[in-house]
């Protein structure tokens, strides 16, 4: 069985640029989760889908970040226009569906953004 | 607000050697606890999990110790060998509340371990 894939591993954008990060969840996973780690910092939630629909978009810092994902499958996380805080590498994380948080979430490898 | 932080940042140990590192966190309202370990260029792997109505989980060669009255996860490692060396997380969920899905994770600690 496939494991959560991220893509791309890596990008690198000069400040005001737009990114968009691609997730995509193990088969049948309708909880996406969306996770970023900055400099020096610990990793910080930003948001949860159930199938298409966002259950807690608490963790998104402003409305330069947005988050889709459309069908339940894949999701895409934009960020428009980039600053130079928002480098670090986002992990996208998925989940079985319960109700509850007490399924393990499976961590893809990550997206290490560099803005310039 | 909520916050997981660790003890140490950073633990050395001998191959063979038992580990141990610590986590604290702060939100009482928290009931599912997590460890991940983390390996360079990949992204956090679970290693065992425990509910709040527990003290005690163990797992293949870890053990989680949960400490309610003080707000502290331990995550043991018997013989640890040169393959255990990562960044380990300890996470913390409100399983029951709206955000459910949200972890809220600890800064993390580097384990090294020397042949």
């Known amino acids: 069985e496939a494991g959560v894939t991220q893509f791309p591993s890596h990008s690198v954008i000069e400040k005001g640029q737009t990114v968009t990060l691609r997730c995509d969840p193990i088969s049948g996973h309708d909880n996406l989760y969306w996770y970023r780690r900055v400099m020096g910092k610990e990793i910080k939630f930003l948001l949860h889908?159930?199938?298409?629909?966002?259950?807690?978009e608490s963790g998104m810092p402003n409305n330069r970040f947005l988050a889709e994902r459309t069908g339940g499958t894949y999701s895409t996380l934009k960020v428009q226009p980039a600053e130079l805080e928002d480098s670090g590498v986002y992990f996208c994380?998925?989940?079985?569906?319960?109700?509850?948080?007490?399924?393990?979430?499976?961590f893809g490898p990550g997206t290490r953004l560099t803005v310039t | 607000g909520e916050s997981v932080g660790l003890h140490l940042p950073t633990l050395s140990v001998q191959e063979g050697d038992n580990s141990i590192i610590n986590c604290a966190y702060s939100?009482?309202?928290?009931?599912?606890f997590i460890w991940y370990k983390q390996e360079s260029g990949k992204g956090p792997q679970f290693i065992i999990d425990i509910r709040s109505n527990m003290d005690k989980r163990q797992g293949q060669r870890v053990t989680v110790l949960l400490n309610k009255t003080v707000k502290h996860l331990s995550l043991q490692i018997a013989a640890t060998q040169p393959g255990d060396s990562a960044v380990y997380f300890c996470?913390?969920?409100?399983?029951?509340?709206?955000?459910?899905?949200?972890?809220?994770f600890g800064q993390g600690t580097i384990l090294t371990v020397h042949p």
């Open positions: 889908f159930v199938k298409e629909s966002k259950q807690d």
């Open positions: 994380a998925s989940s079985q569906d319960s109700g509850t948080g007490l399924y393990e979430q499976y």
């Open positions: 939100n009482s309202a928290s009931d599912y």
């Open positions: 996470a913390e969920n409100n399983a029951g509340g709206t955000s459910y899905g949200k972890l809220t």
